[in-house]
C-alpha cells in the first residue's frame, strides 16, 4: 500500500475512534436541530441549599452577596418605574400589585435564590431607571429618567446561583400587597439569610427548559429587532421574545460579571409596552457606548 494512503487511512480510523469513543462516553456531537446538540429536557433542575431556602416575592426590594475570595460580594438589581403622581391632588395613574405571575403561568425559572414579580397598572406616561450593582461596584449602566408608554404590564427579575457557595440573601418584606404610589410600599422586615448552595443544572437547562415551558403555554418565539450586547457588568446568554395573541413576553438571560450569577428578566403586555421595558431594564448595552 502506498505510503500517503497508509497515512489517510490512519487518520480516518482515528477520526472514527474518537468519534465513537465520544458517543460511548455518553455526549452528543451537536445536531443541526440545536446549538448545543444537548437535551436538556429531563435534566433536574433544583436549587439545593443549606439550610433549605424559598425565597420571597420581594417586591419591595432584594440584594444577594456571593463571598469570593474570602469577601463578600453584592449583587442589586435596582430598579423602577413610577406613574403619574400629584401628590397635593392625591391621584395616580398607576398600582403597582405584588403578583407571582410567572409561577401562577407555569413559567417561573427553576433556581431562583432571590427575585420578585409584580403587574403595574398605567394608564399614562411612567418613569423607570435602571440602576445595579454589581459585584459591589456601580458602574457603565446609569439610565435615569426614562419614558415608558402607557399600558399594563407584568415584570419579573431573578437571581440564579451557578456555583454551590456561601451566599447572604437580603430581601425587604412588604406590609402589603402593592402600592398607589401615594404612599410608599411600606416594609414590615429585612430578612437576611445565610446559606450555602446551588442549581444542579447547567445554566443552559434551566434556559431550555423554561423555553419549553413557555411554548407550551401556547407562545410561539418571535424575531427579536434589537438584541442586548456585552457591556462592562453583564454577558447576556439568551434573549428573546415570544407572543401569543396580543401578549408579548420578553425572557433574557444575563451573566454577572465577576460573580458566580445570573440574571433574569421577564416583561409581559402587549408589544409596544414589552419592547420598551426590555430596553429600559435589559442588562445589556443597546444604543449604549
Given at each position: 500500500?502506498d505510503?500517503?494512503?497508509k497515512?489517510?487511512?490512519?487518520?480516518?480510523s482515528?477520526?472514527?475512534?474518537l468519534t465513537?469513543?465520544?458517543?460511548?462516553?455518553g455526549?452528543q456531537?451537536p445536531?443541526k436541530d440545536?446549538s448545543?446538540?444537548v437535551?436538556?429536557s429531563?435534566?433536574?433542575?433544583?436549587?439545593?441549599?443549606e439550610p433549605?431556602?424559598t425565597?420571597?416575592?420581594?417586591?419591595?426590594?432584594?440584594?444577594?452577596?456571593?463571598l469570593?475570595?474570602?469577601?463578600m460580594m453584592?449583587?442589586?438589581d435596582f430598579?423602577?418605574f413610577?406613574?403619574?403622581?400629584s401628590?397635593?391632588?392625591?391621584?395616580?395613574?398607576?398600582?403597582l400589585?405584588?403578583?407571582?405571575?410567572?409561577?401562577e403561568?407555569?413559567i417561573?425559572?427553576?433556581c431562583?435564590l432571590?427575585?420578585?414579580?409584580?403587574?403595574?397598572?398605567?394608564?399614562d406616561?411612567?418613569?423607570?431607571?435602571?440602576?445595579?450593582?454589581?459585584?459591589g461596584n456601580r458602574?457603565?449602566?446609569?439610565?435615569?429618567d426614562?419614558?415608558?408608554?402607557?399600558?399594563?404590564v407584568?415584570?419579573a427579575?431573578?437571581?440564579?446561583?451557578t456555583?454551590?457557595t456561601t451566599?447572604?440573601?437580603?430581601e425587604n418584606?412588604?406590609?402589603?400587597?402593592?402600592?398607589d404610589?401615594l404612599?410608599?410600599?411600606?416594609i414590615?422586615?429585612?430578612?437576611?439569610?445565610?446559606l450555602?448552595?446551588?442549581?444542579?443544572?447547567?445554566?443552559?437547562?434551566?434556559?431550555?427548559?423554561l423555553?419549553e415551558?413557555i411554548?407550551?403555554e401556547g407562545?410561539e418565539?418571535?424575531?427579536?429587532?434589537?438584541?442586548?450586547?456585552?457591556?462592562e457588568y453583564?454577558?447576556p446568554?439568551?434573549?428573546k421574545?415570544y407572543?401569543?395573541?396580543?401578549?408579548y413576553l420578553?425572557?433574557?438571560?444575563?451573566?454577572v460579571?465577576?460573580?458566580?450569577?445570573?440574571r433574569?428578566l421577564m416583561i409581559m403586555g402587549d408589544?409596544e409596552?414589552?419592547?420598551?421595558y426590555?430596553?429600559?431594564?435589559t442588562?445589556?448595552?443597546?444604543g449604549?457606548g
Open positions: 500500500m505510503k500517503n494512503v497515512v489517510a487511512v490512519l487518520i480516518i482515528v477520526v472514527v475512534v465513537l469513543g465520544y458517543y460511548i462516553s455526549n456531537l445536531s440545536s448545543d446538540g437535551d436538556y429531563t435534566v433536574t433542575c433544583t436549587l439545593e441549599t433549605g431556602f425565597h420571597a416575592n420581594a417586591w419591595t426590594g432584594w440584594s444577594v452577596r456571593e469570593v475570595d474570602n469577601r453584592e449583587f442589586s430598579l423602577e413610577v406613574p403619574k403622581v401628590l397635593s391632588e392625591g391621584t395616580s395613574s398607576g398600582y400589585h405584588a403578583e407571582n405571575w410567572p409561577a403561568m407555569g417561573l425559572p427553576e431562583t432571590a427575585g420578585s414579580a409584580v403587574f403595574f397598572e398605567n394608564n406616561i411612567a418613569r423607570g431607571m435602571y440602576y445595579p450593582v454589581v459585584a458602574g457603565e449602566i446609569k439610565r435615569q426614562i419614558e415608558l408608554p402607557a399600558g399594563n407584568y415584570f427579575h431573578y437571581v440564579i446561583p456555583k454551590n451566599w447572604e440573601v437580603t418584606l412588604a406590609n402589603s400587597n402593592g402600592t404610589f404612599m410608599s410600599g411600606g414590615s422586615e429585612r430578612r437576611r439569610t445565610e450555602t448552595g446551588a442549581c444542579t443544572c447547567p445554566i443552559e437547562a434551566v434556559i431550555a427548559q423555553d415551558a411554548k407550551a407562545f418565539e418571535r424575531i427579536l429587532d434589537k438584541k442586548p450586547t456585552e457591556n453583564f454577558r446568554l439568551s434573549a421574545l407572543r401569543r395573541g396580543g401578549d420578553y425572557v433574557e438571560f444575563s451573566e460579571k465577576g460573580m458566580d450569577l445570573v433574569v408589544e409596552t414589552v419592547k420598551a426590555a430596553e429600559a431594564f442588562a445589556g448595552s443597546i449604549e
